[in-house]
């Protein structure tokens, strides 16, 4: 069985998300504050985080940044925050999606869902040899999922690797954000476009000599984004 762990200060709102939770077959955990919730992510052997962003004790930033510094799952981000600085600034430490509240109980494990099984199906695979993608000085590695520039590794997040791998793999094939996040995220109605442009800037941090003048994954203004070879 699948373990979540929810780190929620409001007690009612994260009661009802165990409840819908629990009746979809998930064990389920919560915290109420964030440094008490953030000690159990790291000691846990959980498969994704329900992370609330305004928490007692420790923010749900600061929250995120550690558990991604040691932690490769799924972290779904939730606040009554909708500016999309805030949006844009959890997904940039890595959390892998958004919401906004308030959302209906359906809606959050629908994504859950989506989050894991995509997680899985990309972790869990196994091939019998190495299967290499090497352009232009990146080396993509995708039976052990590692990334090298010019020869020095460099740490991507689950979804960062997966949208670089994706472009890699399809060169000069321009993207729209719509057909990237549907391939990347696996959903086609919900969650919000706004993280494919927050993962392409993170990934031409990592890659990019000057991301101003981008060598690799170019943006074509109006349509969306290529690998350039």
């Known amino acids: 069985m699948s373990k979540i762990l929810i780190i929620e200060d409001e007690v009612a709102?994260?009661?009802?998300?165990k409840d819908y939770l629990e009746l979809s077959d998930f064990e389920v955990d919560i915290c109420n504050a964030g440094d008490e919730g953030l000690k159990v992510a790291l000691a846990g052997d959980y498969d994704l985080i329900i992370l609330d962003l305004m928490l007692p004790g420790m923010d749900g930033f600061e929250v995120c940044k550690k558990?991604?510094?040691?932690?490769?799952?799924?972290?779904l981000m939730v606040s009554a925050k909708k500016?999309?600085?805030?949006k844009i600034r959890g997904l940039g430490l890595g959390a892998d999606d958004y919401m906004t509240k308030p959302f209906s109980p359906s809606e959050l494990v629908a994504r859950v869902k989506a989050h894991m099984a995509r997680?899985?199906?990309?972790?869990?695979?196994?091939?019998?040899?190495?299967?290499?993608?090497?352009?232009?000085g990146i080396r993509i590695d995708k039976t052990a999922r590692r990334v090298y520039i010019n020869g020095e590794e460099k740490n991507f997040t689950t979804k960062e690797y997966d949208l670089l791998t994706f472009l890699a793999?399809?060169?000069?094939?321009?993207?729209?954000?719509?057909?990237?996040?549907?391939?990347?995220?696996?959903?086609?109605?919900?969650?919000?476009?706004?993280?494919v442009t927050v993962h392409i800037k993170k990934i031409r941090e990592k890659i990019e000599t000057d991301t101003a003048k981008p060598q690799y994954i170019e943006t074509i203004w109006g349509v969306g984004y290529r690998f350039k070879v």
């Open 67 to 75: 558990i991604r510094e040691e932690k490769d799952i799924p972290i």
């Open 119 to 136: 997680y899985e199906r990309l972790v869990g695979s196994q091939k019998p040899q190495n299967d290499i993608v090497e352009i232009r």
């Open 169 to 195: 793999e399809n060169p000069n094939h321009v993207y729209t954000k719509e057909e990237l996040f549907r391939e990347i995220w696996d959903m086609d109605s919900i969650g919000d476009i706004a993280t």
């Open 83 to 86: 500016d999309d600085i805030d």
């Open 13 to 17: 709102i994260a009661d009802l998300e």
